[in-house]
């Protein structure tokens, strides 16, 4: 049970939720939730994605540029904002795999691979291209999802997944894709954690 200490000790700027004060809304509000379960493979593959995405922006609610862009513990270059940046990379290599369109990296050069994390800077012009950037590729990945009948239709891009490549279906890279969000959103946690305590949802 929650003690009125404890309530006291929460922000209020940190959570519109009176069940667990340190998740961001109730569980019946949490937008992540779509009620039904999803009914078949492409269903499901599609609202895990949702979710996921949803738990990335949950995570970065209500900081500034410069807690965004905070490292986490040196020498990492993690940061939230780098992360965004980072997911942003990998919704275009879908695209460039499965689709074989012309979407060169963003953020990564030969000359700097980590491009995504190491300009992720605590500046807010940075912050609102990275969240405008993201945003308009998963819409992008999302669109060519959908034209895809065929969860089994492979790829017509290189893949350079693995250390040789391969030949894919379109539903290994979304589980793929899937799981490079769950991945990072485990990241996303301790970073938020670091920056004011916040866990949970």
């Excluded at 519109?16 to 039904?36: A, F, H, I, Q």
């Excluded at 894919?168 to 894709?177: G, M």
């Amino acid at each position: 049970m929650t003690t009125s200490e404890e309530h006291e000790s929460v922000p209020e700027r940190w959570t519109k939720s009176t069940v667990y004060l340190d998740m961001w809304v109730n569980p019946d509000d949490d937008p992540r939730e779509e009620g039904d379960p999803p009914g078949d493979e492409r269903a499901i593959l599609l609202s895990s994605l949702r979710y996921y995405r949803l738990t990335v922006e949950m995570k970065c609610a209500g900081l500034d540029a410069e807690q965004l862009a905070r490292r986490s513990v040196p020498p990492s270059t993690m940061s939230l904002l780098g992360l965004v940046r980072h997911l942003t990379e990998d919704e275009r290599h879908l695209r460039r795999v499965m689709a074989g369109e012309d979407a060169p990296r963003l953020y990564r050069t030969e000359e700097d691979r980590d491009g995504d994390w190491n300009g992720a800077v605590a500046d807010p012009a940075v912050v609102e291209d990275a969240w405008r950037r993201w945003r308009a590729e998963a819409e992008l990945t999302d669109r060519f999802v959908a034209g895809v009948p065929d969860l089994g239709a492979w790829n017509t891009g290189v893949s350079d997944y693995g250390p040789d490549g391969a030949d894919l279906q379109l539903r290994d890279v979304l589980v793929a894709h899937i799981a490079e969000y769950a991945r990072h959103c485990g990241h996303a946690d301790l970073l938020r954690e670091r920056i004011d305590g916040r866990v949970g949802q």
